[in-house]
Nanobody, 122 residues
């Protein structure tokens, strides 16, 4: 079984910063990419940023230049550094582990964390 756990959300004032962490654990053989998605009330879940196992990154236009995704030294961990936060960044942020192959299966699937709330407000 695979678990994906996020941490680091909270309340921050506009212009402030937060750092989200995500760790995937379990009987993992490989992960193609890990990323962050967010869902605001009444809106669909949207991509924020992803990073592949090879280090390639992809960002939503709305966060380019403000957010940075990176991989941790520990295996299967990623971080999202969020700077210059805006009220419109308020959402539940979900970590995704994409195309995970485990030690007991020969096919891949995605896994999601439970989400962490980020609120940007004065």
């Amino acid at each position: 079984q695979v678990q994906v756990v996020e941490s680091g959300g909270g309340l921050v004032q506009p212009g402030g910063s937060l750092r989200l962490s995500c760790a995937a654990s379990g009987s993992i053989f490989s992960i193609y990419a890990m990323g962050w998605y967010r869902q605001a009330p009444g809106k669909q879940r949207e991509l924020v940023a992803t990073i592949t196992s090879g280090g390639s990154t992809n960002y939503a236009d709305s966060v380019k230049g403000r957010f940075t995704i990176s991989r941790g030294n520990a295996k299967n961990t990623v971080y999202l550094q969020m700077n210059s936060l805006k009220p419109e960044d308020t959402a539940v942020y979900y970590c995704n582990a994409e195309r995970v192959i485990t030690l007991t299966t020969m096919w891949s699937r995605d896994y999601w964390g439970q989400g962490t709330q980020v609120t940007v407000s004065s």
